[in-house]
Each structure stands twice: as C-alpha cells, then as structure tokens.
C-alpha cells in the first residue's frame, strides 16, 4: 500500500513523508552558469519526439527544493516541435542547457552527451516524458549522505500515457551485480550517482539501442559499487505506447541480448537469470496498490 504525500507522488506506507515548510528555500542557491560556478547536480534528459510531456518533465526538475541544479536537455534529433519547447524553456531559466543531435543517434549517445557536459558533483538521469517528486533530489541526498553511498535508486510509480496510475514499483534496500541479474528493474529515471565516490568514466553507456542503461548499471556494480535502495516514491514512470519497454516481448529479447551479448553469461547461468526477471516482473504488474 502507499500513501499520499506532501509531494504529490505517493509514498509507501510506513515511510514517513518528509513535510516541506511553506515558502521554506532550499538549502543551495541555484549557480549561475554565467559565473562558471559547478552545480551541486546535473540532470540528463534526452528527448526524442517528445512535445507531449517534455515541458511537464523539464518543470519537475526546475520544481525541486534542491536549486543548485542545471538540466542538460539532449535532443536526439526530433521532428516535432521538442526542441522548441526546449529552447523557449531555456529562455526562462538559466539552469537549462539544450544540445541538439543532428541525427538520430540513439538514447545512449544523447546520454554520453549530456555527462560531457555535465558540470555537477551528482550526476542524475530523466527520460523526456517521466516526473519527479520535488523533493526527489534532496532527499536522495541526504540519504546518500546518511548511508555513504555512491548510488541510489528510488521506488517509483508507473503511469499510464495519460497519467493514470497503473502501480507501484519498490526498490529493495540495495542491489548487487548477482541481484540485478535477477531482477534488472527500470532505475534510470530515479538512479542519482555521487562522482566522488563513482568514477565519470564508467557512467559512459555503451552504444546499444536497447539496455543501455541496465548494462551501464551492471558496468558501475561490476566495480564494486553498491545501489542502494531509498524505499520512498519520487517519481513516475510513464509507459508510452512508443517505448522501448512497452513490448514484452521485446523486453524479454533485450534482456536475453543484455545477458548473452554484453554480460557474456552462460546460456544456463542467463536461462536461470532470465527466469527470475521474469518473476519479478509478473510481481511487479500484480502490485497496483
């Protein structure tokens, strides 16, 4: 079960909602990039025909109680008006940067763009039609802070296209390179990275079409690093009819190519794997409350 918070996106019950003091400022004034002052976060959003939400998903990010923040917007060559709902956004506020690809190259080179030009300490990602609790990054933080940790994911919630809820998704306290295996659930559009802990370079995703950020993921966890879990929903996942996941069974040929192709797994090892994803993702489209 969950529970309505102050932030407007349900929190599990048993976790207290953190209160928001009325017109209380955030602890970081926002840099000015005029100034060549480093934010404490960048935040990644690639885009891609995405004049539908992206405006919704871009003011999520302006809206956190963590100001100290730049948004790099990397358009992977829309045809729609995407890129000019961007670049009138970033007419408003200072913090936003939009990079224009100027072919289609796929989400993980939009990616890579977006960390060259990433300036801040924490490095987070958002995909051009999800959304953020406002005080996603801020308790993310302090719960990095708290535990140590180079990474953190958050639960989420899924939407439907329209915004409808369709279910919960929780993440566990903390997950190993073993664990992921089984159970390589969407993280991207609530992992936040803490580059002092977690080199840069191995945030660079490999080009692939699909998995990429599963097998950047399984890259950081291969070196040792922890993900640990914030058991608190602070954002919503948004299941459009034209995304990579939204095809189960191209879902289920991804994560085979991710296992055999990248990762190199045994064909019984990737079976066993395969076989427990599939699981968890049954669980996961039962849980709607």
């Known amino acids: 079960m969950a529970q309505d918070n102050p932030t ?36 990644i959003v690639p885009s891609f ?14 809206a956190q109680t963590v100001a100290d923040l730049e948004i790099i917007a990397v358009d992977d060559a829309s045809t729609d008006s995407t890129v000019t709902i961007l670049t009138g956004l970033a007419a408003q506020d200072p913090r936003i940067t939009v990079l224009v690809q100027e072919e289609n190259q796929g989400v993980a080179k939009a990616r890579n763009r977006g960390l060259e030009a990433a300036r ?31 990474v953190c994911i ?5 939407i439907e296209e329209d915004g409808e809820h369709r279910n919960y998704v929780h993440v566990p306290r903390s997950f190993t390179y073993e664990k992921f295996l089984k159970n390589t659930m969407t ?3 609530s992992v936040v990275f803490d580059t002092t802990i977690v080199d840069r370079s191995l945030l660079v995703m490999p080009d692939l079409r699909r998995g990429q950020d599963a097998a950047t993921w399984l890259q950081v966890m291969k070196r040792g ?16 009819a034209g995304s990579l996941s939204s095809n189960k069974i191209k879902a289920v040929k991804r994560t085979w190519h991710l296992y055999r192709e990248v990762e190199r797994l045994p064909r019984p090892y990737a079976a066993y794997c395969l076989a427990w994803q599939l699981s968890h993702a049954m669980v996961r489209r039962r849980r709607s409350s």
């Open 120 to 150: 801040g300490r924490y490095i987070a990602y958002l995909d051009s039609d999800d959304l953020w609790a406002p005080t996603k990054l801020e308790r993310q933080i302090a719960f990095m802070g708290r535990v140590k940790a180079g």
């Open 187 to 189: 993280c991207t559009l």
């Open 49 to 62: 025909n995405s004049e539908g939400h992206v405006a919704e998903t871009i003011r999520s990010v302006l």
């Open 8 to 43: 407007g996106v349900p929190t599990p019950t048993g976790v207290a909602p953190r209160a928001t003091r009325p017109g209380a400022r955030p602890e970081r004034r926002p840099a000015d990039p005029s100034s060549g002052g480093a934010p404490l976060v960048s935040v």
């Open 225 to 240: 690093h922890r993900f640990h879990g914030l058991d608190e929903c602070l954002a919503k996942y948004r299941k459009t």
């Open 154 to 158: 958050t639960s989420y919630e899924t």
